[in-house]
């Protein structure tokens, strides 16, 4: 990171702040708040300003919450948090990072475990999470009517619900999210989408991801347009299921929620023509 001054964060460098409270309290929009390894015993931090915060070490530079906290708390636009491990003890009583109705948050290199809800945004636009290790929390990532979302290269195992994806504003053809090279292992659901209905397609895209070991690797209800292509399904007990409203009444209307499946490996499927998907 360049531009603006740095402030420090533990360490034994003369001006080192001893908390990250207090470094954000005292910094300036464009700073950049370094922090050293160590346990941070920190909880409800908001970042209200255009600032850089970043961990020495994913690893070893360690936010440890507390029970029934937000951990982190987002609160401005153009915000990088990298490099650092967000936990909570007691195990699933906390919420790890959440921001909502922000625009071009980055969080890269982070660990977040141990929550109810590891990682919360709505409402948001063009954020991005790159390189995050989310692990047994009970839902790891919950996104909620976001715009131009992508979720690369990250690892999300042991959670309830891997990522819980929900709604899209109506008629809005900017919006999208985009699910890409991620790993999702050993989640009771790895992907849940519900109520992504959409009269055109393109509004999520997932792809070049693998499902593997999960008790079920996509689960979509009422959920339109989606494109799923590229990915591996290795090991999982179901690798989708699909489900939509059913009432007589309804059965024209919902009928139009489907996907666009295209170009998955599915380990149980032998043949040589595409794989069908059946659903309830």
Request: hydrophobic share 30%; charged share 15%.
């Amino acid at each position: 990171p360049s531009g603006g001054n740095w402030l420090y964060v533990g360490g034994n460098g003369p001006g080192n702040y001893s908390t990250i409270k207090a470094a954000l309290e005292n910094s300036s929009a464009g700073n950049t708040i370094f922090v050293y390894h160590g346990l941070y015993n920190e909880w409800s931090i908001s970042v209200k300003k255009t600032v850089q915060l970043i961990g020495e070490d994913k690893e070893s530079t360690i936010i440890n919450g507390s029970k029934g906290s937000l951990i982190i708390s987002i609160e401005a636009d153009q915000v990088l948090f990298s490099g650092f491990t967000i936990q909570n003890q007691p195990v699933g009583e906390s919420v790890g990072i959440a921001f909502h109705k922000m625009n071009n948050i980055t969080i890269s290199h982070t660990i977040v475990k141990g929550n109810i809800c590891g990682i919360f945004d709505e409402y948001s636009q063009n954020c991005l999470l790159d390189d995050v290790t989310i692990v047994g929390n009970h839902i790891g990532m919950q996104i909620w009517d976001v715009k131009e979302m992508t979720i690369s290269h990250c690892f999300f195992a042991d959670n309830y619900l891997g990522l819980n994806h929900e709604g899209f504003p109506p008629k809005e053809p900017e919006a999208s999210v985009l699910i890409q090279d991620c790993n999702f292992s050993n989640n009771s659901c790895a992907i849940n989408l519900n109520e992504n209905c959409r009269d055109d397609h393109g509004s999520t895209t997932i792809e070049h991801n693998c499902f593997s070991h999960n008790e079920e690797g996509i689960g979509t209800f009422n959920s339109q347009g989606v494109e799923i292509r590229q990915n591996n399904f290795i090991g999982n007990t179901h690798h989708v299921s699909l489900y939509r409203e059913s009432p007589i009444l309804f059965i024209p209307v919902y009928l139009k929620c489907r996907q666009n499946w295209s170009e998955n490996y599915w380990d149980n499927w032998k043949s040589s023509q595409p794989c069908p998907l059946r659903g309830t």
